[in-house]
């Protein structure tokens, strides 16, 4: 027969256990660190995001660091969506969805002007698995390169980009 001391230090030994099985189960489905995906071509001083909306091919509103921001895609352009939407305006806009989805983590970074003069955020940015979503439109033909000192960190890439989507008759090079 078991003593009340015993049983009390049953109880606590099953509640101990119990408490340890829900800290590891915590602790195993936690989400990933905030820190930039480690070998993913993501740029080690990028800065994570989360997307709220696209509004068109080469702009999005997302929430960072900075809260809630209208960010427009460093060097490049992508046909307008309004007042009439010129062609390929539709297929950039859905692309950029694709690549940056409502909800999703990208990573961002600025270049030498972090704002433009109508106070929109100006980023360059990554999906997670490395994806440099500015370059991408620009290589499938849904944007044409467009360089606005300073910011041209990147404008050597995107204009090769360029050539060969044009070369290639890729996206709006091809149907516009």
């Known amino acids: 027969m078991s003593?009340?001391?015993?049983r009390r230090v049953v109880l606590a030994a099953v509640i101990g256990m119990l408490v340890l099985a829900g800290l590891w189960v915590a602790w195993s489905t936690a989400p990933e660190p905030a820190g930039v995906p480690e070998g993913a071509g993501v740029p080690e001083d990028a800065v994570a995001y989360t997307v709220e909306r696209v509004v068109d091919g080469d702009t999005l509103v997302a929430r960072g660091p900075d809260g809630e921001v209208r960010v427009r895609l460093i060097g490049i352009d992508t046909p307008e969506a309004r007042p009439e939407p010129e062609c390929g305006a539709d297929a950039a806009s859905a692309r950029l969805r694709e690549l940056a989805p409502d909800g999703?983590?990208?990573w961002a970074t600025a270049d030498r002007e972090p704002v433009d003069r109508y106070d929109r955020a100006l980023r360059y940015?990554?999906?997670?698995?490395?994806?440099f979503v500015n370059e991408t439109l620009v290589a499938e033909g849904h944007a044409e390169t467009l360089r606005i000192p300073p910011n041209t960190r990147y404008a050597t890439r995107f204009a090769d980009a360029q050539r060969t989507a044009e070369a290639d008759?890729?996206?709006?090079w091809g149907s516009c």
């Open 3 to 6: 003593t009340p001391r015993s």
């Open 104 to 106: 999703s983590r990208v």
């Open 125 to 131: 940015l990554w999906t997670p698995d490395g994806v």
């Open 169 to 172: 008759g890729l996206g709006r």
